[in-house]
T-cell receptor, first 113, second 113 residues
Framework: GNSVTQMEGPVTLSEEAFLTINCTYT??????LFWYVQYPGEGLQLLLK?????DKGSNKGFEATYRKETTSFHLEKGSVQVSDSAVYFC????????????FGQGTRLTINP | KAGVTQTPRYLIKTRGQQVTLSCSPI?????VSWYQQTPGQGLQFLFE???????NKGNFPGRFSGRQFSNSRSEMNVSTLELGDSALYLC????????????FGNGTRLTVT
């Protein structure tokens, strides 16, 4: 079945460092890909998405490119801030037109000042 | 615009009891999905309702059930609670169309003792 694999955390960086969180997927067909972020005590918020190969999703300085050839959707940010500390989830849509997402295990990110 | 509202925020139940969780979606959203989040299994899809009909279902036992009302509000019920049902239960709403982004509530934390 479909699955998502994320780099294991936790990840700890200093403020203004470059961030990469790796995400690869296994899927039949051509799923849409998402990054969600979860701040402490809150639900998930959609960070960015890409719906087809070579699409780049971007939001709040974060970017991810849908790479069909490597089945990857790595999250990057050029200069992280303390406020970016959260858990990040990579996900894919399981069935086109439905709302069933398959999530990776999540990567906890801590940014130190 | 109000977000997705889940009640209650916290619940403590005893093994063998049953529990009902409630979710009020964003106004205009017709799809409501439920997810279970645990440290061991991560985020797992339970089911999705669209216009009062279950449209998709995950791999959970029949003790987990749900329903959706005509105003799109949804409830989730777990009967004969087990210790392993302790989790954060997240509800998400969307317009329900292709690639409509999910908007998550802050969740209900269920503890089974």
């Amino acid at each position: 079945g479909n699955s998502v694999t994320q780099m294991e955390g936790p990840v700890t960086l200093s403020e203004e460092a470059f961030l990469t969180i790796n995400c690869t997927y296994t899927a039949t067909g051509y799923p849409s890909l998402f990054w969600y972020v979860q701040y402490p005590g809150e639900g998930l918020q959609l960070l960015l998405k890409a719906t087809k190969a070579d699409d780049k999703g971007s939001n709040k300085g974060f970017e991810a490119t849908y790479r069909k050839e490597t089945t990857s959707f790595h999250l990057e940010k050029g200069s992280v801030q303390v406020s970016d500390s959260a858990v990040y989830f990579c996900a894919l849509s399981d069935i086109q037109g439905a709302q069933k997402l398959v999530f990776g295990q999540g990567t906890r990110l801590t940014i130190n000042p | 615009k109000a977000g997705v509202t889940q009640t209650p925020r916290y619940l403590i139940k005893t093994r063998g009891q049953q529990v009902t969780l409630s979710c009020s979606p964003i106004s205009g959203h017709r799809s409501v999905s439920w997810y279970q989040q645990t440290p061991g299994q991560g985020l797992q899809f339970l089911f999705e309702y669209f216009s009062e009909t279950q449209r998709n279902k995950g791999n959970f036992p029949g003790r987990f059930s749900g329903r959706q009302f005509s105003n799109s509000r949804s409830e989730m019920n777990v009967s004969t609670l087990e210790l392993g049902d302790s989790a954060l239960y997240l509800c998400a709403s969307s317009f329900g169309r292709d690639n409509s982004p999910l908007h998550f509530g802050n969740g209900t934390r269920l503890t089974v003792t």
